[in-house]
């Protein structure tokens, strides 16, 4: 299991303030990733060209899923993702998506349950943090028919990032993996991790403090294989 204290401190260099949880103390999610590049979760999303990779608008999800009809699409926002709260507990889950169930996810070391309709593609997991509630939460987007209201989720390329939230800051956290998040919202609670690219290909390294330099010289090639959805500390 990755450091607990590896995500905050790369955070403190971000915003320059005390540290967010990924435990914000904002407990991180232990995503493996190799020293020299980044693993797959899965082949993307295949559309019919990139363009339309990184402008399809959300499908709808299946019928009745916690609560939400398939008149409505779900959308990723900074707080939620379709109907599900990024504050919500495993137990509250489960009252609002009747079938949501556990699992066990090599990519998730703790407390995970899957929403159903979704192929296991979307979780909501907790983990413990540094916050008075003892706990926080993450909504875990791998499933390309979830995608922000801008149309961007699993299979856009970071160019596509790019144009719709302007430069990204692209954050290399050791064994987690690398996300992007926009500069001018560093402590967005939504984060695209990336893969698709040689970490060691980009000059000047990858340490929390040279990050910022670094991130325009990542391609715009690079995919998004998740998105992350943290929850405010309670």
Known sequence: MCSLMSREASL??????????????????AIRCGAHGTQSMGKPHQLRSPALADSATAPLAPDKVCGRSKQH?????EDSVGPIPATISLDEVKRLCPGARDVVDS??????VAIPGFDSKLLVAETEAAVPSGRMSVII?????????????????L?????????????GLNEQGFFAVPRSRR???????????????VPGGWT???????SD?????????EIQVWGSPT
Do not use: C, E, H, I
């Not at 402590?187 to 290909?201: C, E, H, M, T």
């Not at 929390?208 to 670094?214: K, V, Y």
């Open 107 to 112: 990519l998730v070391p703790y407390a995970a």
């Open 217 to 225: 010289l990542v391609p715009g090639t690079a995919r998004v294989v």
């Open 73 to 77: 699409p779900w959308v990723v926002t």
């Open 141 to 157: 987007v791998r499933t390309p028919l979830v995608r922000t209201r801008q149309g961007l989720g699993v299979g856009s390329t």
């Open 12 to 29: 403190d260099l971000w915003t320059k303030r005390p540290s967010l949880p990924f435990t914000l103390a904002l407990t991180v999610l």
């Open 187 to 201: 402590n967005s609670r939504v984060q695209f991790r990336l893969d698709g690219f040689d970490p060691a290909a």
């Open 159 to 171: 160019a596509g990032l790019r144009q719709r939230l302007g430069p990204m800051l692209v954050l």
């Open 208 to 214: 929390p403090a040279d990050t910022a330099a670094q």
